[in-house]
T-cell receptor, first 113, second 110 residues
Framework: EAQVTQNPRYLITVTGKKLTVTCSQN?????MSWYRQDPGLGLRQIYY???????DKGDVPEGYKVSRKEKRNFPLILESPSPNQTSLYFC????????????FGQGTRLTVV | KQEVTQIPAALSVPEGENLVLNCSFT??????LQWFRQDPGKGLTSLLL?????REQTSGRLNASLDKSSGRSTLYIAASQPGDSATYLC?????????FGTGTSLTVIP
């Protein structure tokens, strides 16, 4: 089954404690991206990757890091989480070609206290 | 920068009604527009994808149209059902980025 898998689904952590949210897709898609969803603000793109070792900033990259060492994986790293990074996070993938459909993971609800 | 707006923010209709959700975007240089459904606390389920060269797409009771020049898309839901209750999001791809509207929360009353 074609899917995008995020882990963990729920995470509560403390300020400053480094964490990684994993994202994996089984569709051989070149393009992967991360979003955060906040009430009233909708989904905003954090980072995206056009292919292995190619990443770029989205609209809200501050406080986040990503890496793309393998085509199927695109982890999101919070080196020093802060309470304003409490949010619902989504990973997505698609073919890199212009008109291609995006597939989303089930989301990771992160709470930073 | 691309901005995507969805109107209305919330909509409540009785079961069986036909309804239209609206999505507008400021930059007409899009590659595609995609409509999603999101249930509370859940991920996004793709409903329809319209390529920039297309005018509409249909899937079952859903029909989405795209007028790229005016920066508008509509999602038409025929014969609404309580199971259609969810938040509907539209997203446009501009360059290498996706931009989302804030969604329309739909409640279909039995």
């Amino acid at each position: 089954e074609a899917q995008v898998t995020q882990n963990p689904r729920y995470l509560i952590t403390v300020t400053g404690k480094k964490l990684t949210v994993t994202c994996s897709q089984n569709m051989n898609h070149e393009y992967m991206s991360w979003y955060r969803q906040d009430p009233g603000l909708g989904l905003r793109q954090i980072y995206y990757s056009m292919n292995v070792e190619v990443t770029d900033k989205g609209d809200v990259p501050e406080g986040y890091k990503v890496s793309r060492k393998e085509k199927r994986n695109f982890p999101l790293i919070l080196e020093s989480p802060s309470p304003n990074q409490t949010s619902l996070y989504f990973c997505a993938s698609s073919w890199a070609s212009d008109g291609m459909e995006a597939f989303f993971g089930q989301g990771t609800r992160l709470t930073v206290v | 920068k691309q901005e995507v707006t969805q109107i209305p923010a919330a909509l409540s209709v009785p079961e069986g009604e036909n309804l239209v959700l609206n999505c507008s975007f400021t930059d007409s240089a899009i590659y595609n527009l995609q409509w999603f459904r999101q249930d509370p606390g859940k991920g996004l389920t793709s409903l329809l994808l319209i390529q920039s060269s297309q005018r509409e797409q249909t899937s079952g009771r859903l029909n989405a149209s795209l007028d790229k020049s005016s920066g508008r898309s509509t999602l038409y839901i025929a014969a609404s059902q309580p199971g259609d209750s969810a938040t509907y999001l539209c997203a446009v791809r501009t360059g290498n980025q996706f931009y989302f509207g804030t969604g329309t929360s739909l409640t279909v009353i039995p």
